[in-house]
């Protein structure tokens, strides 16, 4: 297996984007590109990737501007700069761009191509997959954002932040409002991120990760105010009619999860894709388990399972 380091300009037209190319053991049998989550960074996802490469994947991942390593290299911590929610989308196309001239190069120029986006990066995926449908053979959407509680407020908070020109502070109100509430349905609660894993080890890794974006700073009112309007752009029946109707999709989830609304996020996305006529939706909710399920130690092994299922069965 190989590792190789890509950077690319950013199309914010600011930042270096920090990015990785995997390639497995002999000849891939396909591409799966990593969209990671709101606070965290890509290197997040090694057990997945591990699992990816086993099956014969190439797996390419990046650092989102105002997150992980880009933001260390740009001194730009929770800073996405002000293109709006186009940033992250066209950043995934150059690297999606960038994996598929390297693996050209190395002789591969016909491999199927795959996302996979967890949380925000679900989100992500969404726009990518309605935008650029042509690049993607399959989708997974994972921790699927979808009905999240807090988001009217978030959308309030910072159009009112950014009208009265704050977009660059930080924005601990309204990371308070929208995050506080996320541990309300659980009886056992030891911090307040426990939302994100039943693992308590899970939750203290990712609490004290010095590559993540809480751990070092806070996001500003812009890159929350861009949140909120792509979450808009991929909601509802408008998002579901731009989506091509023959990409095989698989979603997943915790049903105690509130990024996806419980478990509810996810059934909600794949009927509105199947309304709009897709006709490969498929989904899974595990009972009993939080957000980050492709980390929980008990269940990541069932989970990655049902990921390299999919894509074995789906991408030609």
């Not at 930042?15 to 969209?35: F, K, M, N, R």
């Not at 199927?112 to 997974?140: C, K, N, Q």
């Not at 950014?162 to 308070?176: I, P």
């Not at 307040?192 to 004290?208: E, G, L, Q």
Request: charged share 20%; with cysteine.
């Amino acid at each position: 297996m190989s590792l190789r380091e890509i950077t690319f300009p950013s199309s914010n037209n600011r930042d270096e984007i920090q990015a990785w190319l995997h390639t497995p053991l002999g000849s891939p049998c396909g591409i799966v590109q990593i969209v990671h989550g709101f606070g965290e960074h890509s290197r997040r996802y090694w057990h997945l990737t591990g699992a990816l490469l086993d099956a014969g994947y190439v797996v390419a991942h990046d650092d989102h501007v105002g997150h992980g390593r880009t933001a260390l290299q740009n001194a730009t911590w929770g800073d996405p700069g002000d293109s709006g929610y186009e940033t992250t989308i066209l950043d995934e196309r150059r690297l999606h761009d960038a994996v598929i001239a390297e693996m050209a190069d190395a002789g591969y120029d016909q491999l199927p191509f795959a996302m996979f986006g967890h949380s925000w990066g679900s989100m992500i995926a969404r726009e990518y997959a309605a935008r650029y449908d042509s690049d993607l053979s399959a989708l997974v959407l994972c921790g699927v954002a979808y009905g999240v509680k807090g988001m009217d407020t978030m959308a309030r908070m910072t159009g009112e932040a950014l009208a009265a020109g704050r977009a660059k502070d930080d924005a601990v109100d309204v990371a308070n409002a929208v995050f506080g509430p996320m541990t309300e349905r659980y009886s056992d609660v030891r911090t307040p991120n426990d939302w994100i894993a039943y693992d308590p080890d899970v939750v203290a890794d990712h609490a004290t990760d010095p590559l993540n974006l809480m751990t070092v700073g806070m996001p500003n009112y812009q890159f929350f105010a861009d949140f909120s309007n792509l979450m808009t752009a991929i909601t509802g029946p408008e998002w579901a009619a731009r989506m091509p109707v023959d990409l095989p999709v698989y979603l997943i989830a915790g049903d105690q999860d509130p990024v996806a609304n419980y478990g509810e996020g996810v059934y909600a996305v794949a009927n509105l894709l199947a309304e709009a006529g897709n006709r490969s939706v498929s989904a899974t909710v595990y009972p009993g388990w939080r957000h980050e399920i492709h980390n929980e130690r008990t269940i990541r092994d069932e989970v990655e399972a049902g990921v390299v299922e999919f894509l074995d069965n789906h991408l030609p």
